[in-house]
């Protein structure tokens, strides 16, 4: 896909992967809408877009809510005249053991809330954004691409049973949507990045990061543009689709 003159949406824009990706499509000349909840941290997202060239428009939305993804998606449609590539990167972690004990004597355990607002973002928001992603993609004509952003813990990590959960099933729904979309000539495929240099980090103790960095074979954690990279390369490569694309530092869970 030459990416001069297309339209790129991407969830949770504001900061982190999301406004890396959004970077990365821009530099390439994609035009950019970009989409998350915080509409202060999207117009510095938007400024920074529109710095390299391209036309770049801020949409606040909560990727959870139907009607709202579907108004905004409308917009975007409307705003740019077309709709090419979707990235679904918007996610949250609300990490928790599901059941801590000592001694027989129960402490904690996940709530049903934790659970709950982890599947509504990370995987029901996946969901919707690519439904209405892909329909937008048929009705304009051009085919598509969605990009959905999972994780190596898919896998499995303790004290996520709500992201591994999640991140796996938005895993799945890209093998799927790969194989019934491509009749429309709609690519999907997903990364799944390991420990990246993000917000969700930088909160962690200095000592947590250390042990963190020790794990991964590289020795450090990846850099957000590693994995905005993976987006574009994922985008110019038409032969792509159906597949996950781990970029982990060598690192499995």
Known sequence: MQLPGKVVVVTGAARGLGRAIALAFAAR???VAALDRDGAALDETVGQ???A?????????DVTSEPDV???FDAVTADFGRFDILVNNAGITRDALL???QDGVIHSKMSL??????IDVNLTGVFLCGREGAERMIQCGHGGLIVNISSISREGNPGQTNYSAAKAGVAAMTVVWARELARYGIRAAAIAPGFCATDILAAMRPEMV???????PLHRLGEPAEIAATAVFIAENEFVTGRVFE?????RL
């Not at 060239?53 to 939305?61: D, E, N, P, T």
């Not at 970029?247 to 690192?251: N, S």
């Open 29 to 31: 000349g994609a035009e």
């Open 49 to 51: 877009c529109t710095a």
């Open 53 to 61: 060239g391209v036309r770049a428009k801020a949409h606040v939305v």
């Open 70 to 72: 579907i108004r905004c």
């Open 99 to 101: 059941v801590k004990a």
């Open 113 to 118: 809330a934790q659970w709950q607002a982890v």
């Open 210 to 216: 250390g042990r963190v960095k020790a794990a991964v």
């Open 247 to 251: 970029v982990d530092g060598g690192l």
